[in-house]
């Protein structure tokens, strides 16, 4: 303390804080740092697909005129036009028929596939995976017009058909349903195998030699063991793929032509061929819908069949 003129002075020393809301503090810019981080990757994701979207939505709700084409009128009469007319319909069914059964082709040969792959040793291991992601380093337009090569009438398959004597004829591949289901089931089979290999290494390979040792054969073993641990990563690659089949393009144009039509190909007709974009923003909001309801009820009823599986 210090006197002067009679007066006492107090002795100025460090002013200590209160520690609670400096922790406070401190955890305010903590809980902002992370949207701080991602806000470049989150704008970049709101302007190149959220207000895209939101813009197909409006889109969808404008009335259309031959002669004057895209009118400020709003209407429902597009949505009403998809659902009333059996054309929709069956392009629909079409669709969802040939993503369904993508899906099963890619689970009924990725599933072994990967599993052959996780017994492999080195470096035959790295040279196979190579060859399975080939599919995804060539430019679809090239891959596709190689498969219609292939499926030509005068194309391998057939010609090596032939002069076995399995056919008498040419095989209709081009063109076909067969056609687009063999060749998208080749290029969406890696995103199968790359789901249910991510879910593999989580595993413990003593599992299936514990299974062995007490007697049980390995098919038994894998249906009752390996299949319900690996169901998460077969879940995981069926949505992918069932999605990517659902909404595929190029491969359906190529390969099946202008009479067999999937829902991707009917709103670029709707786009470019007959200009009425609010019936193709109508038709493309339709297939996200139906994709997001099929793909949300299908992962729910898995989640809940195999609860003890996705609890582990």
């Given at each position: 303390m210090?006197?002067a003129h ?5 002795s100025?020393?460090?002013v200590?804080?209160?520690p609670?809301?400096?922790r406070?503090?401190g ?5 902002f ?5 991602s806000s470049p ?5 709101i302007g ?11 889109l969808?709700?404008?009335a259309?005129?031959?002669t004057?084409?895209v ?12 659902f ?7 392009i629909?069914?079409?669709t969802?028929g ?11 040969f990725?599933?072994?596939e ?12 790295a040279?196979?995976?190579i ?8 430019s679809?337009v ?6 219609a090569?292939l ?5 391998l398959?057939n010609?090596?058909l ?6 008498s004829e040419?095989?209709?591949l ?29 595993l413990?390979p ?6 062995l040792?007490?007697g049980?054969s390995?098919l ?6 390996m ?10 690659g069926?949505?992918?793929v069932?999605a ?6 190029a ?9 067999l039509?999937v829902v ?6 709707e786009?470019?061929?007959?200009l009425?974009w ?26 809940r069949?195999?609860?003890q599986?996705?609890?582990?």
């Open positions: 210090a006197e009679g007066a006492t002075v107090p100025t020393g460090p200590t804080k209160n609670s809301k400096l406070k503090a955890d305010d810019k903590a809980g740092a992370p949207w701080l981080l990757a989150l704008l970049l994701f190149l697909l959220l207000v895209p979207l939101l813009l197909t939505v409006l969808s709700f404008h259309f005129d031959g004057r084409g009118l400020p009128d709003y209407t429902w009469k597009n949505y009403l036009e998809v009333s007319d059996g054309y929709y319909h069956e629909f069914l079409r969802g040939l993503a369904l059964g993508v899906t099963v082709l890619c689970v009924v990725g599933v072994p990967t599993l052959i792959l996780a017994r492999m040793k080195s470096p035959w291991r040279l196979f995976l060859v399975i992601l080939g599919p995804l380093l060539i679809v090239v891959r596709t017009l190689g498969w090569i499926f030509g009438n005068n194309g398959i010609s090596v032939l002069q076995l004597g399995i056919v040419p095989v209709r081009l063109f076909s349903m067969t056609g687009v289901a063999i060749a998208l089931t080749h290029v969406l089979i890696p995103f199968m195998v790359i789901s249910v290999w991510a879910n593999l290494q989580k413990d003593q599992i299936e030699s514990a299974g040792s007490l049980a390995p038994k073993v894998f249906w009752r063991i299949l319900p641990q690996l169901l998460p990563g077969i879940l995981s069926c949505i992918i069932f990517l089949a659902a909404s595929a393009f491969t359906p144009s190529l390969l099946g032509g202008r009479k039509k991707a190909t009917a709103a670029y007709d786009f470019l061929n007959t009425n609010p019936l193709g923003a109508t038709i493309a909001m339709l297939l996200l819908l139906a994709n997001v309801v099929i793909i949300l009820g299908a992962n729910r009823w898995v989640e069949r195999f609860k599986v996705f609890d582990a």
